[in-house]
């Protein structure tokens, strides 16, 4: 996974497109990028980078206008204002087809990174802000709340669809990195589950190592909690075997790892299924920075009624915690040498 962690934004400009008006409302400038702006735009983006939900994607081959336009641009051949009111074009074409498309403001970005320029699209869906009226009458104030529907993300809030479009070249693994949230309502759906990837930027997902990493990890918790509920001693070896290959390992075999885990066939036969059903390959290649971050902590719930954390060094030092197995599929976990605790 390229994790982009040197961002510098260049340029940006800002456009409106609201269901209500019959045309997108187009910026004739780019935008004015002071040092408040400046922090606003790249805490977004940095945000959206380490979103776990950031897909890798490529271009499909037939004719692409989101593809063209932002090659244009990266060439060096086009404006960003011109091109981005072409972007907010496409978009609001498609907002018009339906209407189940949020209104929203479009924020596109010229950024540099260490994988080289990017051109970004960032899908600003309003959000619903509060604020006070103030008027006299009467010679008194009369002071009430209204509600304002077009504010936007602040920097601590998720965006919903963004993409980041890269200089094309036979170099690339990938074309564009993409995140497409699906927002849900009690009324209704987004209109089409993908609009985003397959009706505005015309490409298709491709796997990274993250996801793989991700999907058999989910995998192999499910089936364990699934199949091993009554036999904590089997699954906390499950899970550490687990653990244990994915830090020390490149690539898990799927089949490998499951003749090491199971003696019994139609065990083993039933858990390579499972992680196999669940859209895992044979061979899955780790994201070693993810799994660094991902278990540097343990999170037990026990029988209901207790949550622990820990570490994942302290849960593998049997000088602080050790697991005892009572050789009836229930376990001890003993927590040793207290110092100090609080309550919280």
Not at 29 to 41: G, K, Q, S
Not at 60 to 87: A, F, M, T
Not at 135 to 163: H, N, R, V, Y
Request: net charge negative; aromatic share 8%; with cysteine.
């Amino acid at each position: 996974m390229e994790y982009v962690n040197d961002i510098a934004i260049n340029e940006g400009i800002i456009h409106v497109l609201d269901n209500n008006g019959e045309e997108p409302l187009l910026n004739e400038r780019v935008l004015t990028i002071n040092d408040e702006i400046y922090e606003f735009l790249l805490k977004h983006v940095q945000r959206v980078f380490k979103d776990e939900e950031l897909k890798y994607a490529s271009f499909k081959q037939n004719r692409n206008v989101i593809k063209d336009l932002s090659q244009e641009y990266l060439r060096g051949e086009n404006s960003l204002l011109e091109v981005s009111k072409e972007l907010a074009n496409q978009l609001f074409s498609l907002m018009k087809s339906n209407g189940n498309i949020p209104s929203c403001d479009l924020i596109v970005v010229s950024i540099s990174t260490e994988y080289g320029p990017m051109l970004g699209i960032i899908k600003m869906d309003y959000i619903k802000n509060y604020s006070h009226k103030v008027e006299f009458k009467d010679g008194k104030f009369d002071i009430d709340i209204i509600t304002q529907l077009t504010g936007l993300p602040t920097s601590g809030e998720k965006i919903q669809k963004a993409a980041f479009i890269k200089l094309l070249n036979e170099d690339n693994e990938v074309d564009l990195m993409v995140l497409d949230k699906q927002k849900k309502t009690k009324d209704k759906e987004e209109y089409g589950s993908n609009y985003f990837i397959n009706n505005y930027l015309g490409c298709f997902l491709i796997n990274n190592e993250r996801d793989m990493t991700k999907n058999f990890l989910n995998a192999a918790e499910k089936w364990t909690r699934n199949n091993l509920s009554e036999n904590a001693d089997v699954a906390e070896k499950v899970r550490s075997t687990i653990k244990k290959r994915v830090k020390n390992g490149e690539v898990i075999d799927v089949n490998s790892i499951s003749d090491e885990l199971f003696l019994e066939p139609e065990i083993r036969d039933n858990f390579r299924g499972y992680v196999k059903e669940s859209g895992v390959e044979d061979e899955v290649k780790i994201d070693k920075e993810w799994v660094e971050k991902k278990l540097k902590r343990v999170r037990l719930k026990i029988d209901k009624d207790i949550d622990l954390y820990i570490d994942e060094e302290t849960y593998g030092d049997n000088s602080r915690f050790e697991i005892q197995r009572n050789g009836d599929g229930t376990i001890n976990m003993v927590i040793k040498f207290v110092k100090n605790y609080i309550e919280k």
